[in-house]
């Protein structure tokens, strides 16, 4: 294994990759843009600063706020006009202490181009129905602080959308496994305006433990398996890492201490564009591992 750092971008959350372009979320909901071809043309001997090449802010973020602690693009468009395909970002953790936390709800965006300029359009939400579910959400009595907070995944070639949990507690990680809803699913939310598919219990095509994940950040998903980054900065008890999950077998396959490559910063974006993967840390530095 190896693992390369090429440039350095803007720091933030997790990202998303689609042909030319990646991009780079924030908390509160804004972007930056970057072209591989900026990427392509540099010395990765020298490493530099890589500036954006435009920079917008999701749709309504200001009632909505999405963390984007998992941001990745689906296999729908919206309309067959479009460049990109949905785009996927979660609310995670920025109603961990409201009144309604919005539990496990993902948003899912339009996004277009004009030239440099980008923006989107808050197409749809995903909420997962029985975060307040215990029985299913933890699998040790002992556990008492679950966050069902809606990080995901989503299988492009076979259409599955999983969601997992966040624990404070080293137990294990769950994952479910639900078919990805069509843009045109669900009932219209009165709040937001927007169509909102709410997944059930029954909804669950199956569901499975996995070693646990110490503090999940961004995620993504790869010829069928999962690649979630987790940990803090400089954190002996919550190390940065890279685990590698087989959904198909419900296999832990394995776990990269970023640590042993000298990368000591909070975890973040993952994404492959081809088979070359992408990753940064939280400050921007931006890595390709080759595993």
Not at 64 to 89: C, K, Q, R, T, W
């Amino acid at each position: 294994m190896k693992i390369t750092h090429i440039a350095n971008i803007r720091g933030g959350q997790d990202g998303a990759v689609f042909g030319d372009w990646l991009f780079r979320m924030n908390t509160d909901g804004t972007c930056t843009v970057y072209n591989f071809n900026d990427l392509d043309d540099k010395d990765i001997s020298k490493i530099t600063d890589i500036d954006p090449v435009s920079a917008f802010v999701l749709d309504r973020a200001d009632e909505i706020v999405p963390h984007s602690n998992a941001v990745m693009f689906g296999n729908e468009y919206y309309s067959a006009e479009d460049e990109f395909p949905l785009l996927y970002s979660n609310i995670y953790n920025n109603y961990a202490n409201a009144e309604d936390k919005l539990t496990g709800v993902c948003c899912v965006y339009r996004l277009q181009r004009e030239g440099k300029d980008f923006h989107t359009t808050l197409v749809q939400l995903i909420e997962i129905g029985f975060t307040d579910n215990t029985e299913y959400w933890k699998s040790f009595e002992t556990i008492n602080d679950v966050r069902p907070y809606g990080n995901f995944a989503i299988d492009t070639d076979k259409s599955i959308y999983y969601a997992f949990v966040m624990r404070d507690f080293y137990n294990t990680t769950r994952y479910f496994a639900f078919d990805l809803p069509k843009v045109s699913d669900g009932e219209k939310d009165e709040k937001l305006n927007v169509r909102k598919v709410t997944l059930g219990i029954s909804d669950i095509r199956k569901h499975f433990d996995c070693e646990y994940h110490h503090f999940i950040q961004g995620a993504c998903c790869h010829q069928g398996k999962i690649y979630s980054t987790e940990g803090f900065t400089d954190s002996e008890e919550n190390p940065p890492a890279i685990r590698i999950i087989n959904p198909d077998s419900g296999l832990h396959e394995k776990c990269i201490m970023l640590g042993n490559f000298g990368i000591n910063e909070e975890a973040e974006f993952i994404d492959f564009r081809g088979d070359t993967c992408y990753y940064s840390d939280i400050d921007g530095r931006l890595y390709v591992i080759e595993f």
